[in-house]
């Protein structure tokens, strides 16, 4: 497996002594800290996840045993932060799963998984901004403003039974707050992350304050039966919990968001690893403490929402506290689409000083220093999404994108391990390995991969079962994602990049 052979077989792959040589030449500037990127990862993951997605979860597939549904996506999750965590101190760049992909799997398999990230973070903020726009209209109406429908919800609605609507109808609310946090992020990425470390500790905040009145108006007759009975397919019973799983996998997008900063973090290959574990860890406990009060406070088939913590706090009867539960979720979702946008961004940057995207992409404000016009195109079409599709459809492809990549990420610890097993490492997957026939296979990255197979299935599942079913929406949006993806690397991506044209030479 010796770099000679790889690269003879594989011309278009970076080496580690390549990653190295960019790391010194980055033109970001480096001015993160632990504290600020485990904010980064924290602020990028607790929002949807807990204020929208757990209760549609809840409602449709788990019942309370949604709380098991946490500990499969954080274990799967775990495994893969633990596998970041020792890429992210020997390969400390900007790009995250995209470069490690670059340097395990070569350039084709990097552009897919790019591909791949552009769904995860760009789309997941739309899934973000449906949420924001649910709460939003809810506060507005507290202070006697009502928001039209027309303004306010998706062109595309989607019911369980896959049955698809549509109408003159989009969600402005959501649209505008991406734009909102696009221009913050242009302003500059150090400043961005200070407001975000200011909303990260109000929205948790809030969270345990909701915690700590809502224990006092649970339920316990609520979580019983704690895995309501199966009644087929992937409602409740035990499919039930492996299908909420795979839909709540995309509430922890945001602490891969850590890695896509590591060309702006100032001790990268202590600080990144860090803040990747520590804001995981953080996020799971966050998520399985709200998550039970949640559904011992009001009936788990009501949650089926776009503002579930807004019920539940109407139920405690605490009009004071549903105020400041919605100005939370407010604030704290417009982090969740900072972190994630900021990574998105990040992601591309790295692609374009690759020459797979455009040269637009790497352009660098000449006073705030960041990729400005890149951030803009993403947020326009990340504001589009918002728009028009349902967060139904949004979930199920991130989740999908999101394990796609993860499972590359563990991959590839195995592969730089076996490639390059001198390399500094300030943090290593605990845990050990197996060596067959003197290749060293992780146990940690192996179970990240196995678990993240787990997450996608009950999706593809549920989306052959939908087209059966007379609703092909899912697949159909899938196919032609991927066929752009294509495309756009074989007619672009493949002629302009940097390592294809010094090979060509």
Known sequence: MGDISVKQRNPRRKSLERIEKENKTQRLSRSLGALQLTM????????????????????????????????????ACLFTALS??????????????????????????????????LLEYGVSCAGVAAGFSGYAVSLLQDFGIVIPHQVSATTFQVSLEGILSSGMQADLVGAFSVVVVTCFLILGVQESLRVNTAIVFLKVGVLVVFVVLGLRAVHPSYWVPFIPPHEGGFRYGVPGIFRAASIIFFAYVGFEAVSTASAEARNPRKDVPAGIVGSLLICTLIYIVVAAVLIGVVPWKTLNVADPLAIAVNAMHQPWLAFFVKIGAVIGLCSVLLGLLYAQSRVFFAMAEDGLLMPLFSALHPRFKTPWLGTIVLGVITAVATAVLPIDIISDL????????????????????????????????????????????????????????????????????????????????LFVYLTLGWASYYFYGRKHSRIGRECDE
Not at 42 to 71: D, E, H, Q, R
């Open 40 to 75: 980064l990862g924290v602020g990028s993951t607790v929002g949807a996840g807990i204020y929208v997605m757990t209760g549609t979860a809840a409602a449709n597939y788990a019942g309370p045993s949604i709380l098991l549904s946490f500990i499969v996506a954080g274990l």
């Open 84 to 117: 970041y965590g020792e890429l992210a101190s020997a390969m400390p760049v900007s790009g995250s799963a995209y470069t490690y992909a670059y340097v395990s799997m070569g350039e084709a398999c990097a552009w897919g998984v790019g591909w791949l990230l």
């Open 398 to 477: 991130v989740s999908l994108g999101t394990a796609t990549a993860f499972g590359i990420v563990c991959f590839t610890v195995i592969w730089v391990r076996n490639t390059a097993p001198d390399t500094p490492r300030v943090f290593s997957v605990p845990g050990g390995g197996m060596t067959i026939r003197g290749v060293w296979i992780g146990y940690v990255p192996v179970m990240g991969m196995v678990l993240c197979v787990v997450m996608t299935a009950p999706l593809f599942i549920d989306m052959v079962a939908a087209s059966f079913s007379g609703n092909p929406v899912p697949v159909f949006l």
